[in-house]
T-cell receptor, first 110, second 114 residues
Framework: EDQVTQSPEALRLQEGESSSLNCSYT??????LFWYRQDPGKGPEFLFT???AGEEKEKERLKATLTKKESFLHITAPKPEDSATYLC???????????FGAGTTVTVRA | DAGITQSPRYKITETGRQVTLMCHQT?????MFWYRQDLGHGLRLIYY???????DKGEVPDGYVVSRSKTENFPLTLESATRSQTSVYFC?????????????FGAGTRLSVL
């Protein structure tokens, strides 16, 4: 069974204070690892897909990296608008389902 | 407006009542999914569908029924609602083509069972 564990559960940052979120996973064969952002009262919004170890993707202040056992979401010089819950999910080979972690809630104070 | 829409956004019902949550997408995506989101559990898959008239169970299917007579619609029915089904429900869809497989989510339905 696919498993995804995210840490920490919550992260409080000062504006400009860079940090990283962790997503560790076990899957029979990885088709893709997905990062989503979720704002309160809204549905998850797609950020990145990573397909193989060593791959990196960036979007504004966010950078996602992937190894064979975990993924990191780095937030560089965060702003208050980066406050959200960040969800990680894995998809196994020959499957279309996603298995999600419980998420990391990030709060950035001005 | 194109996209994936869920209705209603909020619903309050009583135990034992039947409730149907609606999901409609305008992309003609083949795959559609229903998740529930509870504090501490993240998103858990209830049911999914690979095409019209093809559905399959996810991680937590008990107490739910789905149908998919048309590609664009994927309703979720709670046949006899229980308090443990109080949750936020999300519908998602993906084309399943190529390597992308990105699932796009609706805004959710917040369901309270009293």
């Amino acid at each position: 069974e696919d498993q995804v564990t995210q840490s920490p559960e919550a992260l409080r940052l000062q504006e400009g204070e860079s940090s990283s979120l962790n997503c560790s996973y076990t899957v029979s064969g990885l088709r893709g690892l997905f990062w989503y952002r979720q704002d309160p009262g809204k549905g998850p919004e797609f950020l990145f897909t990573l397909y193989s170890a060593g791959e990196e993707k960036e979007k504004e202040r966010l950078k996602a990296t992937l190894t064979k056992k975990e993924s990191f979401l780095h937030i560089t010089a965060p702003k208050p608008e980066d406050s959200a819950t960040y969800l990680c999910a894995v998809q196994a080979i020959n499957d279309y389902k996603l298995s999600f972690g419980a998420g990391t809630t990030v709060t950035v104070r001005a | 407006d194109a996209g994936i829409t869920q209705s209603p956004r909020y619903k309050i019902t009583e135990t034992g009542r039947q409730v149907t949550l609606m999901c409609h997408q305008t992309w003609s995506h083949s795959y559609m999914f229903w998740y529930r989101q509870d504090l501490g559990h993240g998103l858990r898959l209830i049911y999914y569908s690979a095409a019209a008239d093809i559905t399959d169970k996810g991680e937590v299917p008990d107490g739910y029924v789905v149908s998919r007579s048309k590609t664009e619609n994927f309703p979720l029915t709670l046949e006899s609602a229980t308090r443990s089904q109080t949750s936020v429900y999300f519908c998602a869809s993906t084309s399943g083509r190529g390597n992308k497989n990105i699932q796009y989510f609706g805004a959710g339905t917040r369901l309270s069972v009293l």
